[in-house]
């Protein structure tokens, strides 16, 4: 049976309205209404907090939130407190996880590995690390992952730092983790990276590790109503 995947390349979007879409595609996908999707996109700077969040990880208040312009939400995605931001790249894989043994250990796994596969091409060496999700070059956290479930269809994703202002990781203990720094593959290489040529690496990566013979590319209004679900900005 033909493995369908369709690919969703959103742009720069508002947090909360990308967060909407995506759980409407989760209901979706329960239904079967769609095959498998990936939506890859940037958002404008936010915070999430995620169910295992210690709040003493959020170090700025609303006042300087708000002079940042940075918006705070509290999420239904595992792991702890994240920033997300114009330069990183989000891909959100909405794929039913019945064909893959309904194992979120491995499908976290799997997301580690499409991270450190897309890397080797830019001659890094990422790793893991035992005990901790997400993926390290040189001991900078590079990759953050943290996911969500719902009816065995998952949400929320990974965020892999492409040429990320760093000092917004600041406001933050970023995912609870004080002993490694944050990095991004524009600080590690010394230069800008070409945000498009890492996402369409890291697209091609996600095809290929979780096997997709067949992949579309479809935009958000194709699939869904996005003035009722407030995505368009």
């Known amino acids: ?14 947090y909360e309205n990308c ?3 995506q ?3 989760v209901e979706m996908r329960a239904k079967r209404e769609i095959p498998d999707c990936l939506i890859l996109t940037e958002h404008y700077p936010v915070i999430t907090l995620g169910r295992g969040t210690d709040r003493k990880n959020l170090l700025a208040g609303d006042e ?32 039913d ?3 893959r043994g309904r194992d979120m250990h491995k499908y ?23 005990g901790l999700t997400g993926v390290w070059v040189n001991d900078s956290k590079v990759a953050a992952i943290g996911v969500g ?20 990781f600041s406001l933050i203990n970023p995912c609870g983790i004080t002993k490694y720094p944050v990095g991004s593959l524009a600080r590690i290489k010394g230069t800008e990276q070409d945000f ?25 209004d194709d699939l869904i109503d996005t003035t009722e679900y407030s995505y368009i900005l």
Request: glycine share 6%; with cysteine; charged share 30%.
């Open 196 to 220: 498009c040529e890492v996402k369409e690496s890291l697209n091609l990566k996600f095809i290929e590790l979780f096997g997709y013979s067949r992949t579309e590319n479809r935009s958000m």
């Open 23 to 25: 759980k409407k595609l």
């Open 149 to 168: 479930v719902s009816r065995w269809v998952t949400y929320h994703g990974l965020a892999l730092n492409i040429n990320t202002d760093l000092d917004y």
């Open 64 to 95: 300087i939130l708000r002079n940042k312009q940075v918006d705070l939400f509290e999420i239904e995605r595992g792991g702890d407190i994240t920033f997300h931001g114009p330069g990183q790249l989000v891909a959100y894989p909405i794929i």
């Open 19 to 21: 967060w909407r879409a």
């Open 108 to 130: 976290l796994r799997d997301l580690e590995e499409v991270i450190i596969s897309t890397l080797k091409k830019y001659d890094l060496k990422a790793t893991t690390k035992q």
């Open 1 to 14: 049976m033909e493995k369908e995947l369709i690919c969703i390349d959103a742009g720069l979007t508002r």
């Open 97 to 99: 996880l019945t064909s």
